[in-house]
């Protein structure tokens, strides 16, 4: 059972840099495409970004595209999101997920097998 815990969630000025960590127990996330999604209130999850396993191929939503970077520390067992010139409307909480072994990485929240409980990304407008 792969457990996530995300952190580094805060409130941000306009313009300004955070960056988001999500550590990785019971599962090595060098195996598994991982994912990072938000939501807003009243709104619904969206994908953010993701990357996969085998060659850490990265892919992003076209609103954080250039502002966004996400990455991996194998090491570590953990994976980051930058997140730089921040937008109002990247208020969210942002969780992390993970896809089962060798599995593809994808834009889907469905298709992500395990979930962190969330933290919270506040920038006022």
């Known amino acids: 059972q792969v457990q996530l815990v995300e952190s580094g969630g805060r409130l941000v000025q306009v313009g300004e840099s955070l960056r988001l960590s999500c550590a990785a127990s019971?599962?090595?996330?060098?195996?598994?495409?991982m994912g990072w999604f938000r939501q807003a209130l009243g709104k619904e999850r969206e994908f953010v970004a993701s990357?996969?396993?085998?060659?850490?191929?990265?892919y992003y939503t076209d609103s954080v595209k250039g502002r966004f970077t996400i990455s991996r520390d194998n090491p570590k067992n953990t994976i980051y999101l930058q997140m730089n010139n921040v937008k109002p409307e990247d208020t969210a909480i942002y969780y992390c997920?993970?896809?089962?072994?060798?599995?593809?990485?994808?834009?889907?929240?469905?298709?992500?097998?395990?979930w962190g409980q969330g933290t919270q990304v506040t920038v006022p407008s």
């Open positions: 019971g599962g090595i996330v060098a195996n598994r495409a």
């Open positions: 990357i996969d396993w085998s060659r850490s191929v990265t």
């Open positions: 997920a993970a896809r089962g072994e060798y599995e593809s990485a994808s834009q889907t929240p469905l298709e992500y097998q395990y």
